[in-house]
């Protein structure tokens, strides 16, 4: 089975921090991914990474970055975290074999920024 | 740019009644549609994709969706609901030269006993 875990349940912030968000995943999967969220919105891409090091924009990436170093582990970093970040943040891979490839997710950060 | 209109925000039937939950989409060229179930405080849970080939598409669950080209419909049913169906759903759409799928809003299904 394929897992993804990421590293908090429920996270609170405050206002102004650095808040890093960690997502891993035991399939070897080259396609990584973070989205947020937000009720009657659905989700919403944040960050791609389609390999290590690489990275593309989503829909939403406006106040995050992120970091991918090994092809497991995928970051999502809010540089000065503030209270419209309040979410629930989902992490995601998959592979990269079309059209095979079917993104799973983890269970979710709720995060709260103070 | 890809979109999914779900029109229902919710969905409220008997158990044992048939299900139905419905998801709407654009996407330039054809497209990869898939549905996706939320259970409280828990992750997206891969129900079942339509690629190619038959309309009719069979998941988990009991669960099956049909596609539908000419109305860009892709709507999820279940023949006999159970209480154990209630849970948020997710219809998404990716164009088939594209990783990056688009999600609808969701639709929150009740079942009652």
């Known amino acids: 089975d394929v897992k993804v875990t990421q590293s908090s349940r429920y996270l609170v912030k405050r206002t102004g921090e650095k808040v890093f968000l960690e997502c891993v995943q035991d399939?070897?999967?080259?396609?990584m991914f973070w989205y947020r969220q937000d009720p009657g919105l659905g989700l919403r891409l944040i960050y791609f990474s389609y390999d290590v090091k690489m990275k593309e924009k989503g829909d939403i990436p406006e106040g995050y970055s992120v970091s991918r170093e090994k092809k497991e582990r995928f970051s999502l970093i809010l540089e000065s975290a503030s209270t419209n970040q309040t979410s629930m943040y989902l992490c995601?891979?998959?592979?990269?074999?079309?059209?095979?490839?079917?993104?799973?997710f983890g269970p979710g950060t709720r995060l709260t920024v103070l | 740019a890809q979109s999914v209109a779900q029109p229902e925000d919710q969905v409220n039937v008997a158990e044992g009644n048939p299900l139905t939950v419905k998801c709407t989409y654009s996407v330039s060229g054809n497209p990869y549609l898939f549905w996706y179930v939320q259970y409280p405080n828990r992750g997206l849970q891969f129900l079942l994709k339509?690629?190619?080939?038959?309309?009719l598409v069979k998941g988990s669950y009991g669960f099956e969706a049909e596609f539908n080209k000419s109305q860009t419909s892709f709507h999820l049913k279940k023949p006999s609901a159970l209480v154990s169906d209630s849970a948020l759903y997710f219809c998404?759409?990716?164009?088939?030269?594209?990783?990056?799928?688009?999600f609808g809003a969701g639709t929150t299904v009740t079942v009652r006993a």
């Open positions: 339509y690629i190619t080939g038959d309309n």
């Open positions: 399939m070897d999967h080259e396609n």
């Open positions: 995601a891979s998959s592979s990269m074999d079309r059209p095979t490839d079917t993104q799973y």
């Open positions: 998404a759409v990716s164009p088939v030269n594209d990783y990056k799928l688009s």
